[in-house]
């Protein structure tokens, strides 16, 4: 007991010798919070929307073919697809149409698709979530679509996907084939990609390499390869990213710099007094750590906490002007908080650690000096 | 009680803890509760074939990252500079890179 309520009285005095430059000390947890703050919500962010992306992309293609033209993506001739069928462990090669529309009314960008189900039903469209927030379109309601030779082509809503996946198909509108050719006006039997079904997954690699031999203008996209694309998309070396860090990282410096520096005037008179009195070096550096400890716990948990509510239940808004960028349709989506202890033990060891080291280190090269000579300096 | 100071600071300490015990709690919830959505979403992109989330709309090379190539971005002359926000968050996928090899 003796013990705990000693530690008490170290903290009782901490806080008052904090509180008599509490200007001061309130600014530093205000910005160190901040720091907190951003390096949290990144890391939760990036993590969830990562997580997220491996458990929903499980089920996308094994295979995706395409033809590159010039350095740049083209229609694939349909023709291809009878020799890639005939490699062995190929399952089935579909084709897909696929394209993007850009509404000049609105000025959204749509992913246009066409549906197999729709093949005999032209005029019908199903459109994803954030279209029909979009365009305020509902069930029953018409759009029209401006085709590539000036006339309009309108298309009925036959339905609207559910809400709870505009992660994945907000910009996405289902048409006909025959629609879809009409909007691009496309004559000639091509696809925008193939996407192919393969018996055994450990031949993927194989099947591919066969498929660039027979076909060196292709490029096959193994599914692995679209699960590892969301796993690098949010690199640290990605722009934005790069700055928020180097911000933080270069607040933290100053932070830690000018508690590592040396203790002012004022705080080695202070030290040399409670010397002077009695107080053990140990005293002095236990006190220190706790003046360490008081900042940085409390940074890190304010920071932690408000990084959670501002990823989680404020669905990241402080990056919403970086993702939503020039665009006009942006998807409305709350990730699942995938948080581990890991993530927050790497944020606590690498914003707490530092910071209470750096302040007690210069208090023991103080603490360790003749009070007599601290207090006549 | 909370005449003293460090009796303050340890019951902030201790809510804190508290409430970041109820953040982790909350965390493990909505992902049980979240589970079946995150299902569904898989079995939207199983039966649409879907390739890529759909986290930014403004240019088809963040889209669509795992289908682009490297030259989408730089369409508008060989010097162009990015000039869509997402293309400075969302990094070129591995296989890009990797192509030369294969």
């Given at each position: 007991m003796a013990a705990i309520e000693k530690q008490r009285n170290i903290i009782e005095f901490t806080l008052s010798s904090l509180w008599k430059r509490k200007g001061k000390n309130i600014a530093l947890v205000v910005v160190y919070t901040l720091v907190v703050f951003l390096l949290a919500s990144v890391m939760f962010f990036t993590h969830s929307l990562k997580r997220e992306a491996s458990l929903v992309l499980q089920d996308a293609p094994e295979m995706i073919v395409q033809r590159l033209v010039a350095g740049r993506q083209d229609s694939i001739p349909v023709s291809y697809m009878e020799s890639i069928r005939?490699?062995?462990?190929?399952?089935?090669v579909q084709p897909r149409l696929w394209g993007y529309y850009y509404d000049a009314v609105s000025g959204a960008n749509f992913t246009l698709m066409v549906k197999e189900e729709l093949k005999d039903q032209p005029g019908i469209v199903v459109i994803g979530n954030g279209v029909s927030r979009h365009l305020a379109s509902m069930k029953d309601d018409a759009i029209p679509f401006k085709t590539y030779k000036g006339d309009y082509l309108m298309l009925q809503v036959k339905g609207v996907l559910p809400a709870a996946s505009e992660l994945v198909n907000s910009d996405l509108i289902q048409v006909s084939e025959e629609d879809f050719k009409k909007i691009f006006s496309i004559t000639t039997n091509e696809a925008t990609d193939l996407v192919l079904k393969i018996r055994n997954v450990k031949e993927l690699a194989t099947i591919a390499g066969k498929i660039t031999q027979l076909f060196p203008d292709t490029r096959p996209i193994l599914r692995e390869e679209l699960l590892r694309t969301y796993d690098a998309v949010f690199d640290w070396r990605g722009g934005m990213i790069m700055v928020i860090l180097a911000g933080a990282f270069f607040a933290f410096i100053i932070l830690a710099w000018d508690k590592a520096t040396?203790?002012?005037?004022?705080e080695k008179r202070e030290i040399g007094i409670l010397k002077a009195i009695g107080w053990e070096t140990s005293d002095i550096l236990l006190m220190k750590f706790w003046e360490g400890a008081a900042v940085s716990l409390s940074a890190y948990l304010l920071g932690v906490l408000s990084a959670y509510l501002h990823v989680f239940i404020g669905s990241a808004v402080v990056f919403e002007p970086a993702l939503k960028g020039w665009s006009v349709l942006y998807p409305q989506f709350k990730l699942t908080p995938f948080v581990s202890a890991y993530?927050?033990?790497?944020?606590?060891?690498?914003?707490?650690?530092?910071?209470?080291?750096?302040?007690?280190?210069?208090?023991?090269?103080?603490?360790?000096?003749?009070?007599?000579s601290v207090m006549r300096t | 009680m909370i005449e003293r100071k460090s009796n303050v600071f340890l019951i902030f300490l201790l809510a804190g803890i508290i409430l970041f015990g109820l953040m982790l709690l909350h965390a493990a919830i909505r992902q049980r509760v979240d589970m079946p959505l995150v299902r569904q979403r898989g079995e939207i992109v199983r039966v649409l074939g879907i390739s890529d989330l759909c986290l930014v709309t403004e240019a088809r090379y963040t889209r669509h990252p795992s289908l682009a190539d490297l030259n989408t971005p730089f369409q508008d002359h060989p010097l162009a500079l990015e000039h869509f926000p997402s293309g400075s968050i969302i990094t070129v996928p591995p296989h890009l890179k990797m192509q030369a090899n294969r």
């Open positions: 005939d490699i062995k462990g190929v399952q089935s040396g203790l002012s005037a004022e993530q927050l033990a790497t944020l606590f060891f690498l914003t707490v650690v530092p910071y209470t080291v750096a302040t007690i280190v210069p208090s023991w090269r103080s603490a360790t000096i003749d009070p007599d | -």
